[in-house]
């Protein structure tokens, strides 16, 4: 099956830095979507990005489908922007996202 | 809509007792997926369904997980008997098509 690898493991900022996340993926996908999963544990969808660029806010990601790989872009990041973000991927729509380990982002004022 | 809803949020329970978690999708989704957080192993994917019918259970880890759709508005999700090893956050997701909703997930504790 599918693996996901993301990186960095862990990562501290500082309130208003720019961070980029990293996802690699083993195979090709063409569901792949990114998760915050905040410090309450509430998982939340914030792209679906199986190719191209896509900005929602201060969060951006990129897909390059061919080289298999995503990034998430946090621009001028706030406290609130902690937690766990999951990249996640599939070979269709109606079978399951397999997830990666996640990056733990702590942002501190 | 409410999003997924999953019951309980909490649950506390002694080895070998029956335990049962359910969820409500989101009305018009068609694939129902349940998921198990732990820290050593993430997130993983236990059984999933399409259109209410169970499409891969390869994830459950024993005979002791059961899980059931018995319409497009409900699953379960039981463990019986419950082990300490079981204690985990259960989450329960539903789409239709690419995105994913999870809902607000049950934390398990077997004592």
């Known amino acids: 099956g599918i693996q996901v690898e993301q990186s960095p493991p862990d990562l501290i900022l500082q309130e208003g830095a720019n961070s980029t996340l990293r996802c690699n993926f083993s195979?090709?996908?063409?569901?792949l979507q990114w998760f915050h999963q905040n410090p309450w544990g509430q998982l939340i969808n914030l792209f679906y990005?199986?190719?191209g660029t896509k900005q929602n806010g201060r969060l951006s990601a990129t897909t390059v489908a061919t080289e298999r790989y995503s990034l998430l872009y946090i621009s001028s990041s706030q406290t609130t922007d902690s937690g766990v973000y999951f990249c996640a991927g599939s070979n269709s729509g109606n079978t399951p996202l397999v997830f990666g380990k996640g990056t733990r982002l702590s942002v501190i004022a | 809509d409410a999003g997924v809803i999953q019951s309980p949020r909490h649950e506390v329970t002694e080895m070998g007792q029956e335990v049962t978690l359910r969820c409500k999708p989101i009305?018009?989704?068609?694939?129902l997926f349940w998921y198990r957080q732990t820290m050593m192993r993430g997130l993983e994917l236990l059984i999933y369904f399409n259109n209410n019918v169970p499409i891969d259970d390869s994830g459950m880890p024993e005979d002791r997980f059961s899980a059931k759709m018995p319409n497009a508005s409900f699953s379960t999700l039981k463990i019986q008997p419950s082990e300490p090893r079981d204690s985990a956050v259960y989450f329960c997701?539903?789409?239709?098509?690419?995105?994913?909703?999870f809902g607000s997930g049950t934390r398990l504790t077997v004592v």
């Open positions: 195979d090709s996908v063409n569901n």
């Open positions: 990005i199986p190719s």
């Open positions: 997701a539903s789409s239709y098509g690419y995105g994913y909703t």
């Open positions: 009305s018009g989704h068609n694939s």
